[in-house]
C-alpha cells in the first residue's frame, strides 16, 4: 500500500522557516514524481514545487521562486519543503503528492493530478 506520510509543519512567526518533510512508502518503483500543494482556508489548492524522479530536477512556479525550495533524500524515500521568509500568507495545508505517470513534474502540478496524497501538515504564520 502507498503511503505519503508529511509533517514538519507548526506554528511560526513571519521571517521564519520551516522544513516540510514527506516519507514515501510502498512504492515499486522510485521514479515516482512529487509535488508540494497547499491549500490556504477559502481558496483553491495550489502548487507549490515539485521533483522529478528519474533525474531530480524541480520546478516552481515564477510566482513562487526563491523561497521555496524542494529536495529529495532518495535513500530514504524522503522529499522535502523547504521554507524560508515565511509569510502570512503561506498560512495553509501542505500536501505532498505522487504522480506515477512518465512525464515532467510540472504537468501534475499544474494539473493538480495526482496518484496519491498525503494527509497534510497545517503551517500557520504569524505577523
Known amino acids: 500500500e502507498v503511503q505519503l506520510r508529511e509533517s514538519g509543519g507548526g506554528s511560526v512567526q513571519a521571517g521564519g522557516s520551516l522544513r516540510l518533510s514527506c516519507a514515501a512508502s510502498?512504492?515499486?518503483?522510485?521514479?515516482?514524481?512529487i509535488g508540494w500543494i497547499r491549500q490556504a482556508p477559502g481558496k483553491e489548492r495550489e502548487g507549490v514545487a515539485c521533483i522529478n524522479g528519474r533525474d531530480g530536477s524541480t520546478y516552481y512556479p515564477d510566482s513562487l521562486k526563491g523561497r521555496f525550495s524542494i529536495s529529495r533524500e532518495s535513500a530514504r524515500d524522503t522529499v522535502y519543503l523547504s521554507i524560508d521568509s515565511l509569510k502570512p500568507e503561506d498560512t495553509a495545508v501542505y500536501y505532498c503528492?505522487?504522480?506515477?505517470?512518465?512525464?515532467?513534474?510540472?504537468?501534475?502540478?499544474?494539473?493538480?493530478?495526482?496518484?496519491?496524497w498525503g494527509q497534510g501538515t497545517q503551517v500557520t504564520v504569524s505577523s
Open positions: 503528492a505522487a504522480d506515477i505517470w512518465p512525464r515532467h513534474c510540472y504537468q501534475a502540478l499544474a494539473l493538480n493530478e495526482y496518484h496519491y
Open positions: 510502498g512504492f515499486t518503483r522510485d521514479d515516482y514524481n
